[in-house]
């Protein structure tokens, strides 16, 4: 089995910074890409930045959302955690956070999802 937390979620306020953790763990053979997604009141879970182990034909690094790129900065530690640096951060930003985890483990390969954390951008 295996478990995704997420941690450093808050209030800030606006042009504040905020740094995200996240820590997958359990048996796991093979971390293919580790990702931040969030999820605002009334609008659809999106993307906002993946990194790439280079485990498969996808090239390794990190890709950021057009909106967070430049001010949003992921991290990795050990190839099973991602921390995500949130800088000049704007209200427009407040969402709940998730991590993702596509992996291979004793399951065989699949998603694996954090509970999510709050982070709310505000005066």
């Known amino acids: 089995q295996v478990h995704v937390v997420e941690s450093g979620g808050g209030l800030v306020q606006p042009g504040g910074s905020l740094r995200l953790s996240c820590t997958a763990s359990?048996?796991?053979?093979?971390?293919?890409?580790m990702a931040w997604y969030r999820q605002a009141p009334g609008k659809q879970r999106e993307l906002v930045a993946v990194?790439?182990?280079?485990?498969?034909?996808?090239?390794?690094?990190a890709n950021y959302a057009d909106s967070v790129r430049g001010r949003f900065t992921v991290s990795r530690d050990n190839p099973n955690t991602l921390d995500l640096q949130m800088n000049s951060l704007k209200p427009e930003d407040t969402a709940v956070y998730y991590c993702?985890?596509?992996?291979?483990?004793?399951?065989?390969?699949?998603?694996?999802w954090g509970q999510g954390t709050q982070v709310t951008v505000s005066s």
């Open positions: 359990g048996t796991i053979f093979v971390m293919y890409s």
């Open positions: 990194h790439n182990t280079g485990g498969t034909a996808v090239p390794s690094g």
């Open positions: 993702n985890a596509h992996l291979r483990g004793t399951m065989g390969v699949r998603e694996y």
